[in-house]
């Protein structure tokens, strides 16, 4: 079975700064999909950004990008220039590359931005 | 953009009575899942929904829950009776195909208490 881990259960940083949120994850398949959603106080799940195993390149949104080291199983989401709005929980999301796309989440970062 | 709708966004119901959760998944969508999130903790997979029946599902879906796709478009979630360990924010995804690049599109949750 999956697991994914995040050991940051909060962090805090200033507006503008750079932040990372660390996410592990352990698995045997070798083909695979990485997520992070963001979960602002509204409750509701937006997706930030999605990797796939097979691809070497890390995945980049404008100011989200992660750092995927596939031997390590690690996938941190870094987020530049940070805003107000950023202010949420984030899970990181393990899924099958083939399958019924059952999402495995981990148990989050609660991140705040300051003014 | 089209969009996952779920009502209602909160639901009170008293111990042992049966709640339905309802879902309108996007219209061309194919698969259907329900997700749990107990206050505080993380996003756990329920069931997965396909072709008029379940494609898979967590031990937390026992004998209590079940779904349905009654009439083409709704996707609903039974509890028979509810447990004050039900309590929970209970989200409904779909997706149109079967790969990570088809990303679930998560509902905005309906929020049920149990008391």
């Given at each position: 079975a999956?697991?994914?881990t995040?050991?940051?259960?909060?962090?805090?940083?200033?507006?503008?700064?750079?932040?990372?949120?660390?996410?592990?994850?352990?698995?045997?398949?070798?083909?695979?999909?990485?997520?992070?959603?963001k979960?602002?106080?509204?409750?509701?799940?937006i997706l930030?950004?999605?990797?796939?195993?097979?691809?070497?390149?890390?995945?980049?949104?404008n100011r989200?990008s992660?750092?995927?080291?596939?031997?390590?199983?690690?996938?941190?989401l870094?987020?530049?220039?940070?805003?107000?709005g950023d202010t949420?929980?984030y899970?990181?999301?393990?899924?099958?590359?083939?399958?019924?796309?059952k999402?495995v989440?981990?148990?989050?970062t609660?991140l705040?931005?300051?003014? | 953009?089209p969009?996952?709708?779920?009502?209602?966004?909160?639901?009170?119901?008293?111990?042992?009575?049966?709640?339905?959760?309802?879902?309108?998944?996007?219209?061309?969508?194919?698969?259907?899942?329900?997700?749990?999130?107990?206050?505080?903790?993380?996003?756990?997979?329920?069931?997965s929904?396909?072709?008029?029946e379940?494609?898979?599902?967590?031990?937390?879906?026992?004998?209590?829950?079940?779904?349905?796709?009654?009439?083409?478009?709704?996707f609903?979630?039974?509890?028979r009776?509810?447990?004050?360990?039900?309590?929970?924010?209970?989200?409904?995804?779909?997706?149109?195909?079967?790969?990570?690049?088809?990303?679930?599109?998560f509902?905005?949750?309906?929020?049920?208490?149990?008391?």
């Open positions: 999956q697991t994914v995040q050991s940051q259960p909060e962090m805090s940083v200033q507006e503008a700064e750079t932040v990372t949120l660390s996410c592990t994850y352990d698995t045997s398949e070798s083909n695979y999909y990485l997520f992070w959603y979960q602002p106080p509204s409750r509701q799940m930030v950004i999605r990797q796939e195993a097979y691809k070497q390149q890390n995945a980049t949104e989200f992660v750092n995927f080291q596939k031997a390590a199983k690690s996938f941190s870094k987020i530049s220039d940070s805003q107000l949420a929980m899970f990181c999301a393990f899924m099958k590359y083939q399958g019924a796309q999402l989440f981990g148990q989050g609660r705040t931005i300051n003014p | 953009e969009e996952v709708t779920q009502t209602p966004s909160h639901q009170v119901t008293q111990m042992g009575q049966e709640v339905i959760l309802r879902c309108v998944p996007i219209s061309n969508h194919l698969y259907f899942y329900w997700y749990r999130q107990i206050l505080g903790q993380k996003v756990e997979f329920l069931v929904f396909y072709n008029n379940i494609s898979e599902k967590s031990e937390i879906f026992d004998d209590q829950f079940s779904v349905e796709r009654p009439d083409g478009s709704n609903t979630l039974k509890i009776s509810t447990k004050l360990e039900d309590s929970a924010m209970y989200f409904c995804a779909s997706v149109g195909g079967l790969r990570g690049n088809s990303p679930l599109h509902g905005n949750g309906t929020r049920l208490t149990v008391t």
